[in-house]
């Protein structure tokens, strides 16, 4: 069965490349540089597509064997291995809420007779405490330009920050407000303020 489908094909593939020569013969037109008109390239690329055949897959797969394991030399001990930083004693794992809230509870117990102690419990569980707030207010205070050094290239040298000795750094000028009123006084005054006068386009 096998055969007649080859014998099949090969016919197919013979018939077609016969009628694409025969079309390259009589038909003229552009070759588009392959020598075939366009037409031909077709018939040829069709013909080319018939006699595709899945390829022959091999049994036998070529395995490659695994190098060997590095090993130090003799008499060289290995290094012990790091301690993980992910546990209990180190001092920078975070605490647990349970924890928190227990500690803080402790130190409230301690300071019951205390009228100026604050508990962070009180305040919705905010344990920040003052270190951590004098830091985060100088973050903000840098974060909106009160610093004296450059922080980042892109910033200007320090000496160009500071004002010259006769320049009017105490006047803000005259508000927007009073420049937006005085706008539409002249307008209105013009006759363009309102009515027909919004109209004329001159």
């Given at each position: 069965?096998?055969?007649?489908?080859?014998?099949?094909?090969?016919?197919?593939?013979?018939?077609l490349s016969a009628?694409?020569?025969?079309?390259?013969?009589?038909?003229?037109?552009?070759?588009?540089?392959?020598?075939?008109?366009?037409?031909?390239?077709?018939?040829?690329?069709?013909?080319?597509?018939?006699?595709?055949?899945?390829?022959?897959?091999?049994?036998?797969?070529?395995?490659?064997p695994r190098p060997?394991?590095?090993?130090?030399?003799?008499?060289?001990?290995?290094?012990?291995?790091?301690?993980?930083?992910?546990?209990?004693?180190?001092?920078?794992?975070?605490e647990s809420p349970?924890?928190?809230?227990?500690?803080?509870?402790?130190?409230?117990?301690?300071?019951?007779?205390?009228?100026?102690?604050?508990?962070?419990?009180?305040?919705?569980?905010?344990?920040?405490?003052?270190?951590?707030?004098?830091?985060?207010?100088?973050?903000?205070?840098?974060?909106?330009?009160?610093?004296?050094?450059?922080?980042?290239?892109?910033?200007?040298?320090?000496?160009?920050?500071?004002?010259?000795?006769?320049?009017?750094?105490?006047?803000?000028?005259?508000?927007?407000?009073?420049?937006?009123?005085?706008?539409?006084?002249?307008?209105?005054?013009?006759?363009?303020?309102?009515?027909?006068?919004?109209?004329?386009?001159?």
């Amino acid at each position: 069965m096998s055969r007649v489908i080859e014998l099949r094909t090969g016919l197919t593939v013979l018939s077609l490349s016969a009628a694409s020569l025969l079309l390259a013969g009589c038909l003229g037109g552009p070759t588009y540089g392959t020598g075939k008109s366009a037409n031909a390239q077709l018939i040829d690329d069709l013909a080319n597509l018939a006699t595709i055949t899945p390829p022959k897959r091999s049994s036998e797969v070529a395995y490659k064997p695994r190098p060997e394991i590095v090993r130090p030399p003799e008499g060289t001990p290995l290094p012990a291995p790091q301690k993980s930083l992910a546990s209990a004693d180190n001092p920078q794992w975070p605490e647990s809420p349970e924890e928190t809230r227990k500690r803080l509870r402790e130190e409230a117990t301690e300071q019951a007779g205390n009228g100026t102690y604050r508990s962070p419990l009180a305040n919705g569980g905010d344990a920040t405490s003052e270190e951590q707030r004098k830091q985060f207010q100088e973050a903000k205070r840098i974060q909106k330009g009160a610093y004296t050094g450059r922080r980042y290239l892109s910033d200007p040298p320090a000496d160009y920050r500071i004002p010259a000795s006769t320049a009017p750094a105490d006047d803000l000028g005259e508000p927007e407000f009073k420049k937006e009123r005085a706008r539409k006084k002249a307008a209105k005054k013009s006759g363009s303020g309102g009515g027909l006068g919004r109209l004329w386009p001159f």
